[in-house]
Structures are given as C-alpha cells and as structure tokens.
C-alpha cells in the first residue's frame, strides 16, 4: 500500500488543522493505521491510532482531549483532527499502515508502510 499524507501547514496557536493520508489499493480496511509525528531533533512518536473498522481509537496523552483520528474505508483515507494546537505539536506529521494482527498500535515496530510525511508549524 501506498500512503500519502496532506494537510500540513502554517497555523497559530489555538488553531486546527485536518491532515488527510489517503491510501492505494483495494485492501485499506484490512489495515490499522496510524499517525506518528518527528520533531526536530527528536524521535519519532506515536500520536494516534485506529482500528480495521474504527471502531477502537488510541492517543498519545499529549494530544489525548484535541486531537482526533477517524477513517473512512470507502475513500481509502485516514484523517487526524487536530485542534487547539500547541507549538509543542510543531513536527513533520506521517501516517502508517499495519497489516499485521500483533504488536502495539502504539509502537511504530506494528507498521509497515509509511507515508512521506507533512509538515506541520504552530507558532506562538
């Protein structure tokens, strides 16, 4: 599967963005997807996670409360919304797909495919 991310941009604090990662191939539902995040200088974290049928969420604790992740199956695309960001959310954004049935949705070692990433800036 192929993923590309979008999005990203130049934000204020306090303000919202949508990032979208649309996915190739007829098998999207078959994958759990994820949103991880790189800032400068740092590792790259897990920001969010979703299940097969979104029926499940998971979210790191510093977005957990502003943050949302949600999928649509019949568009092949996962979005995160984001809302009263932080310029501690300032990084380069990437989604990622799991095929697998083990492993923490939390951990990025359950992913196989990664998108290119989008930047996101969030000034104070």
């Known amino acids: 599967v192929q993923l590309q991310a979008s999005g990203g941009g130049l934000v204020q604090a306090g303000d919202s963005l949508r990032l979208s990662c649309a996915a190739s191939?007829?098998?999207?539902?078959?994958?759990?997807m994820g949103w991880f995040r790189q800032a400068p200088g740092k590792e790259r974290e897990f920001v969010a996670g979703i299940s097969r049928s979104g029926g499940s969420t998971y979210y790191a604790d510093s977005v957990k409360g502003r943050f949302t992740i949600s999928r649509d199956n019949a568009k092949n695309t996962v979005y995160l919304q984001m809302n009263s960001l932080k310029p501690e959310d300032t990084a380069i954004y990437f989604c990622?797909?799991?095929?697998?049935?083990?492993?923490?949705?939390?951990?990025?070692?359950?992913?196989?495919?990664w998108g290119q990433g989008t930047q996101v800036t969030v000034s104070s």
């Open positions: 191939g007829r098998t999207f539902s078959s994958y759990v």
């Open positions: 990622a797909a799991g095929q697998g049935y083990s492993g923490s949705s939390y951990s990025a070692n359950r992913y196989d495919y």
